[in-house]
């Protein structure tokens, strides 16, 4: 490392310390962000620096309980750090030996939690909605092999839950399939008759279900559609984007048990284990198809032994080291805490609500997420409200006429979540006046 560039980290680290951060629209940030043409290098540098950390908002910070995620583990980032030194592509075992040796046990280690038995394997994408379109390929290609080769010349579906993750539908357009073919339906009240009328009906090749929904965090279940699955040989899928992470959780990874049983499994890392953007695995129970669905011929690239060469079982070329962050933080955090921390703390904030008369509890079933509205509520507010706590540094989401605070951050607190729900009744009742 040259001393221009550590010269330029210290400049970097420095400015990471700001914490006056500004929320601006999109044209107002074209309306500031201009750079004097005069400066030297370093100087624009600088300016750069900072204008930049100014205008980004802060996930690390206490106020950030707006989405799944949070600013990301110290050593996640020092992970990161040593993943873009090295700039290697984890494509074949001769570019990146250590970095696909690392994800080879990190994915063996979390294969054990689930309970798969040999033959399982699994890879990591960019992304949980990846994962999901290569579960979607994967169990195609188990029902219809030749579709490798001919594609298909009728119509497929998939089931999917109505409060599923949008991914479904990408997935059905990526694969040619079109989103009329993916039926949802409502888990809770359709019978396992209805649900077998639906499978003869159609060309079914997998259901989808979800281990945290991304509105509510809603653990949902197929087991009473368990012997109509196996009947007509359906793919399981489960995205466990959200709450899958409690397999690594020793107190909540009886939430998991049917994972074992599942064909496919996505976990996002990056969401309720708070390690930094991105960092998705996707498990496949009979790990050959991972491999069978989209290996070709490249002899460029693998030779004779290649073996542990990852873009054998990958539909990507150009792969980054998300599995040495996994493995890293494994070996150098305690991944068990955290992953516990995450459903201890949601259920202490539900507690807050439930003691406060201003707020109700929505979903009182949900482990990450903290549903609540307010008791006085005016129709259309909340988006009001939102948008209000913004310029106050403040971040928060709503759904519907409720607000979700997933509290990823390890700072974050009681006291911080108290003193949040106090700045949404104070614009509340500033609303209300008006």
Known sequence: MSSELRKKIEI??????????????????????VFDEGLSKEEKFKEVVDTVCKYTIDTKSKNWIAKLYGGGSEMSFVAEMIIAHFNQNCH??????????????????????????EGASGIFLPGGSFCTYIAMICARFKKYPASKRTGLNHPIQVITSVNSHYSIDKGAIIMGMGTDNVIKIDFDTTTPEEFEEIVVRNNVFMINSTMGTTSEGIMESVDKFSKVMKKYNIWHHIDACVSGIALFSTKYRYLTSSFKHANSITIDCHKCLNLNQQCS??????????SDCSRVTAPYLFHKDSEYDVANRSFQCGRRADGFKLWFCDQLDDLDAQATLIYDRNARFKKIIADDPRFEN????????????????????????????????????????YFKAVAVNNDIDEDSFKSIIERIFAVHERLSQK
């Open 12 to 33: 970097v680290l420095s400015a990471l310390q700001n914490e006056n951060h500004e929320y601006c629209s999109f044209e107002e940030l074209n309306r500031r962000v």
């Open 281 to 290: 695995v996707l498990l496949v129970k009979e790990g050959d198809l991972l």
């Open 362 to 401: 929505v979903e009182k079933d949900s482990m990450t997420h903290c549903c609540f509205k307010l008791v006085s509520a005016q129709e259309g507010e909340n988006h009001e409200i939102m948008n209000a706590l913004l310029k106050e540094g403040i971040y928060i989401e709503y759904h519907r006429d």
């Open 92 to 117: 074949t075992y001769r570019s990146s030996p250590f970095f696909t040796f690392a994800e080879e046990q990190i994915i063996k280690k979390i294969i054990g939690y689930v309970g798969y038995e």
